[in-house]
């Protein structure tokens, strides 16, 4: 039996943007190596390539559905979660703010999402300001240093935005998304 074939574009929206909240397809989980993308064309998940032992994944790791961010692949979204969510699994997320990211040469900057599945954690945190500081360093780290061993200094993080900011980014992702698609 071959498995089901899931186009995500299709069979999700992006979510209440202006209300706060998306819908977030999960592609790595939190402390993966593996970097494993959306194929939007072959409608799977694919290993794009594996990471150093080195550098594991920070936060789970997915994407805004009928999105297309900077760097033409869909908007990228950095999960805050103790939880290690498995791939393909398909959440309601609170937006928190935006990472902004440089990835050689291109902006392929990353909304900060936390799962509305634990109304705690929505209660608590509501900027990325509201996350801990060695959280974000962390994150900060693995994203400045990941492509080390093959091409040093290719990736920078620019800095953090607000929840307002990773809102104007996801309507532009959204925009893309719709003049490609209609």
């Not at 290690?84 to 699994?89: A, G, V």
């Not at 799962?115 to 974000?136: G, Y």
Request: charged share 25%; net charge negative; with cysteine.
């Amino acid at each position: 039996m071959s498995p089901t074939v899931v186009d995500y574009n299709q069979s999700l929206t992006p979510g209440d943007v202006d209300g706060g909240f998306v819908n977030v397809v999960v592609e790595i989980p939190l402390g993966g190596t593996e970097k494993i993308e959306w194929d939007r064309k072959c409608l799977r998940m694919k290993v794009d390539r594996q990471e150093s032992t080195a550098f594991h994944e920070p936060t789970n790791y997915g994407f805004v559905p009928q999105t297309i961010g900077g760097d033409g692949d869909s908007l990228d979204a950095l999960i805050i979660s103790d939880d290690i969510l498995p791939t393909e699994t398909v959440l309601s997320a609170k937006v928190i703010g935006v990472m902004k990211f440089d990835d050689e040469g291109q902006a392929d900057d990353k909304v900060v999402v936390v799962p509305t599945e634990n109304p705690d954690d929505i209660e608590l945190v509501k900027e990325v300001s509201d996350l801990p500081e060695k959280l974000i360093d962390e994150i900060t780290n693995y994203f400045t240093h990941y492509k080390d061993q093959d091409k040093p200094g290719s990736t920078k993080v620019i800095g953090w935005g607000d929840a307002m900011e990773a809102k104007a980014i996801i309507h532009q992702a959204v925009n893309r998304w719709h003049s490609i698609n209609q």
